[in-house]
């Protein structure tokens, strides 16, 4: 079955220190992954994905994700976290039975202390 | 919110009764989609439209009903026989498949007693 884990509930991180959000994934062949970031109380904003090409993708607000196939992962980073950067990040996967649909993670808390 | 809106942002319902949520976008999008967000669960896909006067279930659609007469217009039906309903919505729409940007709308937080 398809599908994508994001193994923390909550990432803690100090502002200006490295962040890393986690994300592995289920899915036969090649896959196509989403970051999404959402803030309280609003819709989601896309952050970055991964079709093809390189393996390192840069996005919006200073974040990038590196697509390792290997250990089927696509863990979201940024070099220096800002306060702003707290939010609800979504790790995402297409389904391959349809191109419209997405299969999204449970969802990892970003809190980033001043 | 990308040029989407949904009202009303919150709604209470009566359990037994159906309620429909708008969703309207200006962007010019083909596809709209409807998900439902319940705490540590991310998001599931209840309905999407890849275009007017189409539209396919996702994983969870017994219960709602959609339709896709206008471009513009996505709007839920939440019907009586949703188990379930108490949650929040968020629609989203984009140019064609998944593999552009889905703009997501601010969502309307539904209570069913």
């Known amino acids: 079955a398809q599908s994508v884990a994001q193994p923390e509930d909550q990432v803690n991180v100090a502002e200006g220190n490295p962040l890393t959000v986690k994300c592995t994934y289920s899915v036969s062949g090649n896959p196509y992954l989403f970051w999404y970031v959402q803030y309280p109380n609003r819709g989601l904003q896309f952050l970055l994905k991964?079709?093809?090409?390189?393996?390192l993708v840069k996005g919006s607000y200073g974040f990038e994700a590196e697509f390792n196939k290997s250990q089927t992962s696509f863990h979201l980073k940024k070099p220096s976290a800002l306060v702003s950067d707290s939010a609800l990040y979504f790790c995402?996967?297409?389904?391959?039975?349809?191109?419209?649909?997405?299969?999204f993670g449970s969802g990892t808390r970003l809190l980033v202390r001043p | 919110d990308g040029g989407i809106t949904q009202s009303p942002k919150y709604l209470f319902r009566k359990e037994g009764q159906n309620v429909t949520l708008s969703c309207e976008q200006n962007l010019n999008h083909d596809a709209m989609y409807w998900y439902r967000q319940d705490p540590g669960q991310g998001l599931r896909l209840i309905y999407y439209s890849q275009i007017v006067n189409d539209f396919q279930k996702g994983d969870i659609a017994e219960g709602y009903s959609v339709s896709r007469e206008k471009k513009e217009s996505f709007p839920l039906t939440v019907t009586s026989a949703q188990k379930n309903p108490t949650a929040f919505y968020l629609c989203?729409?984009?140019?064609?498949?998944?593999?552009?940007?889905?703009?997501f709308g601010p969502g309307t937080r539904l209570t069913v007693t």
């Open positions: 989203a729409s984009s140019i064609g498949d998944i593999t552009y940007e889905q703009y």
């Open positions: 991964y079709i093809t090409g390189d393996n």
């Open positions: 995402a996967v297409r389904d391959k039975g349809s191109s419209y649909k997405l299969i």
